[in-house]
């Protein structure tokens, strides 16, 4: 199957990346090649240059054949929290902007194999990068107290006790193995008018997807090494689709700005902080109603961007 990966806002990224045409690039999340191919345009054939990170393997080889004719197009195979590591071992310090596009990938969803949808037959596995623990050893190995906390804090789901219970149960007579499977069980616990408001295996998908890939960990350290390895007047870009994604972008760009962390009732500042970045985006930018309508899975998609200025 063609890695095919429609990117959300693709313009206004590039846009707000202010991209010189001689400076070098991170596309921490490359997908498809989409965005990388749009910085690659802008960039000096000779010295300008671009890394482009990705943890699935297929995204990668995606990526080479698309961006086969740029020279200055770095691919590595790699999760970008590791973006720190992946410079150095390169010899780029301080680097002219970032981009971080979140979540899985259309690819991802539609390719059945993975095991990302609720909606296709296919075994429990949910990695992007294809390897370490997956959904199969979540669902039928973890204690229902855990899985019941995994869908709760990840899926953000009402439901999440009567869910853990359905799978512990389901379990004990026989293995859960695929998507299919686990989405009917967990149908079967909800109320019936709960399914009005869409798919009731979503937010559990999501939940379980998260936590194999170690999304929201990964988030919190790849925007500090982030921030960290921008030149001053540097830009990070990064596109979140679901709240828990939004909420930590946004209190990070909001930590960076603040000028200082005392607690409010000192009389003056003794920590000494000075800000690291300005936000660029004082609202997040939405995808046009456009673009909504030609790529619905561009609906809960949020652009937030700062810019480094120390």
């Not at 998260?210 to 960290?228: A, C, F, P, Q």
């Not at 500042?269 to 995808?287: N, R, S």
Request: include cysteine; aromatic fraction near 6%; charge should be positive.
């Amino acid at each position: 199957m063609e890695f095919n990966h429609k990117t959300v806002m693709l313009k206004e990224t590039t846009d707000f990346l202010k991209i010189i045409p001689k400076g070098i690039y991170v596309d921490g999340t490359a997908g498809g090649g989409g965005l990388s191919i749009n910085i690659a345009k802008k960039l000096d054939s000779c010295s300008g240059k671009l890394v482009c990170i990705d943890q699935d393997p297929d995204a990668i080889k995606e990526c080479r054949c698309r961006l086969s004719c740029y020279k200055n197009v770095i691919l590595v195979n790699e999760n970008f929290v590791k973006m720190k590591n992946i410079l150095n071992n390169l010899n780029i310090g301080k680097v002219d902007g970032i981009v971080l596009d979140l979540g899985v990938s259309s690819y991802q969803l539609d390719e059945a194999q993975r095991g990302f949808s609720y909606k296709k037959e296919a075994k429990l596995d949910m990695r992007m990068s294809k390897s370490g623990l997956s959904a199969f050893e979540i669902v039928n190995e973890f204690e229902p107290e855990e899985l019941s906390r995994i869908i709760k804090v990840y899926g953000e789901e009402k439901y999440n006790k009567n869910i853990a219970n359905a799978i512990f149960l389901q379990r004990k007579k026989n293995p859960i193995e695929s998507t299919t499977q686990l989405a009917d069980i967990i149908s079967s616990c909800v109320p019936f008018s709960y399914k009005k408001k869409g798919h009731p295996a979503k937010k559990t998908f999501q939940a379980i997807r998260i936590y194999v890939n170690s999304e929201l960990e990964n988030l919190e350290k790849g925007l500090d090494s982030s921030v960290d390895l921008l030149k001053k007047d540097g830009r990070l870009c990064v596109i979140t689709f679901h709240s828990l994604e939004d909420r930590i972008v946004k209190h990070k760009m909001f930590d960076w700005s603040k000028p200082c962390n005392c607690p409010p009732d000192f009389p003056i500042c003794t920590c000494g902080q000075v800000p690291k970045a300005e936000i660029v985006t004082k609202k997040p930018i939405l995808p046009s109603d456009t673009e909504v309508k030609e790529n619905n899975r561009s609906r809960s998609a949020k652009l937030r961007v700062c810019q480094k200025i120390v």
